[in-house]
């Protein structure tokens, strides 16, 4: 089956800028999560979604981020105002149920590069 | 809060050999543990995982992971290592996350594991 999707693959913008990064997960999966990946260090959780609510956000890194997911499918995670420091690999991943014993899915990831 | 180290940024080993990459955690309550590979320009994929049991777990493409909760280690080993195993092998526990529940990933920084014919 298909799995974990993301759009865009690359995505370049200008410092200040808004941008808006989407995550497909697998069919049924309620649970879903965004990390972060910068150069040379592991993912960094981000925020957990379960269903269509944010049931943990304290990753999130400050108030220019912001995630949905309105019909608790696709999320889309948005960072307003972008700083070259939020240059990194956003990484998507969902599970079956979000207990602590699932499995998740990870989707290819954003690259995102702020200039 | 927990944590996880991959003493190791990389290991070299000629096709062939048996591999270890090492992995020790620390965690409050059960440990949940999870081997994953990640290659060149693509999003990390599953190998393995413990959550209870026997202590060797087995995985995808020939590769296990011995469980010790004495030395708090989660080494991934593999008996004959392949050309096409080189990659960047992330470890992570799980934790229930204080707030709403969910199992968040803490990942080690990577170990990156060269083969050579």
Do not use: M
């Amino acid at each position: 089956g298909a799995g974990v999707s993301q759009t865009p693959s690359n995505k370049v913008t200008e410092k200040g800028k808004y941008v808006e990064l989407r995550c497909d997960p697998i069919s049924g999966h309620t649970a879903l999560y965004w990390y972060r990946q910068s150069l040379g260090q592991g993912p960094e959780f981000l925020i957990y979604f379960q269903g269509t609510g944010a049931a943990d956000d304290s990753g999130l890194p400050n108030d220019r981020f912001f995630a949905v997911r309105p019909e608790g499918s696709v999320s889309t995670l948005k960072i307003q105002r972008t700083e070259r420091g939020d240059s990194a690999v956003y990484l998507c991943a969902s599970s079956f149920e979000g207990l602590d014993t699932d499995t998740q899915y990870f989707g290819p990831g954003t690259r995102l590069t702020v200039l | 809060a927990q944590s996880v180290a991959q003493p190791e940024d990389q290991v070299n080993v000629a096709e062939g050999n048996p591999l270890t990459v090492k992995c020790t955690y620390s965690v409050s309550g059960n440990p949940y543990l999870f081997w994953y590979v990640q290659y060149p320009n693509r999003g990390l994929q599953f190998l393995l995982k413990y959550i209870t049991g026997d202590n060797l777990v087995k995985g995808s493409y020939g590769f296990e992971a011995e469980f010790n909760k004495s030395q708090t280690s989660f080494h991934l080993k593999k008996p004959s290592a392949l050309v096409s195993d080189s990659a960047l092998y992330f470890c992570a526990v799980s934790a229930w996350g204080l707030t709403g529940g969910g199992n968040k990933l803490t990942f080690g920084t990577g170990t990156q594991l060269k083969v050579e014919l």
